[in-house]
């Protein structure tokens, strides 16, 4: 049978207790995996995210030549070509369904002197690319998409890039990495500057591989040509996968529950403010610096929590949570509005209109506008239902989530994705008390 027809059952009732380690940020293990290929030397990775999307990235990597080991439980030795050390891949590099592999790696891949082409699933090849494209070409970039501008992406190597001054149209982290990383090969200065921030995970481990990266205010600058030093990365846990038990064990009377080693940095962290807003009770406990990323424990217990308008400005930094946000705000006291998130209709589903569905499936009134939706909080418990969660690994982990605070059974269909950002959220899940199993439709 396949696996797309994997399904989630959770059973009402129960609440979230115990001290967890998610596994490893998503955004932080693909830069690993990339920035660790092309510099000098070995880079040890710890925390590593072994999900589908980051072994994509670490698969595509192999085959433009880098030997990486995969040593067991998070780590992994990448053997560093150097900047100009890639080999021209022998067949087209499948990225399954992770839009930060495809539009980071054709930034680099824009910078070789071979063709490439990238392909992915049925829902990445929905996906646009012209984002990356544009400016890509306007560095000297000879790359295409489909007429649509979505994959597959063909790039033609072999042409000299220069740097430009970009200034991003839409907030986006992929945008932005994907030309600082052309802008290693580029001749001059490559600057890019973002309309809002967005996560600055590239920036910062540029900088722990010794390369010099300029950041102003809005805009982060780069020159081509440098060289990029080995060194070890500790991965923290993924906050956009401890987001989930955060609006869990907020719903469920009796929650208390501690996730361990989250990564904090400022520019991911949108979800505790609004989940904090709606009157959550999280506690950030022992912030550190590891690795040029701060990490924290978190402490979250159950509080009643109400609706919001969510400050736009926080959209960027939450980008990922809001399935999770809004089964938080389906089961608050009091309507919630999200405004400024057109950007949720093109990630690995339309976020807006599969989550507004899965909503209505449970008996909640949502409206989805075009660059957000209108929640009108139950005040405490949903109705459970059938919801479709489109191959979409954030809607079919937001929904197990509802389970919480429903008041009979919800079965989310088409959850294998899953193991694309979070491998294990099952047992995890069983493991601090949520009453959920996973079956074959
Ligand atoms: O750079 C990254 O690692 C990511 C950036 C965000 O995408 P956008 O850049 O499209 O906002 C986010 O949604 C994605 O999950 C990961
Ligand atoms: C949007 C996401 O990832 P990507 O763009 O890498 O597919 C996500 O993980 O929610």
């Not at 996906?127 to 070409?137: A, F, K, N, S």
């Not at 970039?141 to 597959?152: K, L, R």
């Not at 807003?277 to 610096?289: K, N, Q, T, Y």
Request: glycine share 14%; aromatic share 4%.
């Amino acid at each position: 049978m396949p696996s797309s027809k994997l399904s989630f059952h959770v059973s009402p009732g129960g609440c979230l207790k115990g001290r967890v380690r998610v596994p490893g940020d998503k955004s932080i293990s693909h830069r690993s995996i990339m920035l660790g290929a092309l510099a000098d030397g070995v880079t040890e990775v710890t925390g590593f995210l072994e999900g589908a999307d980051c072994l994509a990235t670490l698969q595509a990597m192999r085959a433009l030549g880098v030997s990486v080991e995969t040593l067991g439980q998070g780590h992994v030795r990448v053997h560093g070509v150097g900047v100009d050390g890639l080999r021209a891949p022998a067949a087209p590099l499948d990225l399954g369904n992770s839009g930060t592999s495809m539009r980071l790696m054709a930034g680099l891949l824009s910078g070789q002197p071979f063709d490439s082409t990238l392909t992915g699933d049925a829902s990445l090849s929905r996906r646009p690319m012209r984002r990356v494209t544009g400016p890509l070409t306007d560095m000297g970039a000879s790359i295409e998409t489909t007429p649509d501008g979505t994959p597959p992406i063909h790039v033609h190597g072999g042409g000299a890039l220069r740097g430009i001054r970009y200034d991003m149209p839409v907030a986006s982290a992929q945008v932005k990495s994907a030309l600082l990383l052309a802008g290693l090969y580029a001749a001059g200065e490559t600057c890019v500057r973002e309309p809002a921030p967005t996560r600055d995970h590239t920036e910062r481990m540029l900088a722990g591989f010794g390369y010099a990266v300029e950041r102003d205010g809005n805009q982060v600058c780069l020159r081509g040509g440098g060289r990029l030093r080995a060194t070890r990365v500790d991965v923290p846990a993924d906050i956009s996968s401890a987001a989930f038990f955060l609006v869990g064990a907020s719903l469920a009377p009796g929650s208390q529950l501690v996730l361990e080693h989250v990564g904090i940095n400022p520019t991911r962290t949108g979800v505790i403010d609004i989940l904090r807003m709606m009157g959550a009770d999280i506690e950030v406990m022992g912030a550190r610096e590891v690795g040029g990323e701060s990490v924290a424990d978190l402490r979250v217990g159950y509080a009643l929590l109400h609706g919001i308008d969510i400050p736009e400005e926080l959209v960027p930094l939450a980008i990922d949570e809001f399935p999770a946000i809004f089964v938080a705000a389906a089961c608050a006291e009091g309507t919630t509005r999200l405004t400024g998130a057109a950007e949720l209709r093109v990630k690995e589903s339309d976020r807006i209109q599969v989550m507004a569905d899965g909503l209505h499936a449970c008996g909640v009134d949502a409206q989805p506008t075009t660059d957000g939706i209108v929640i009108l909080g139950t005040g405490g418990h949903i109705q459970g239902g059938n919801v479709d969660s489109h191959g979409d690994h954030r809607i079919a982990m937001a929904f197990a989530m509802a389970g919480l605070c429903s008041t009979s059974p919800i079965t989310i269909a088409d959850c294998a994705n899953v193991n694309t950002s979070f491998p294990g959220f099952i047992d995890m899940a069983q493991r601090i008390g949520l009453n959920i199993k996973a079956g074959e439709a």
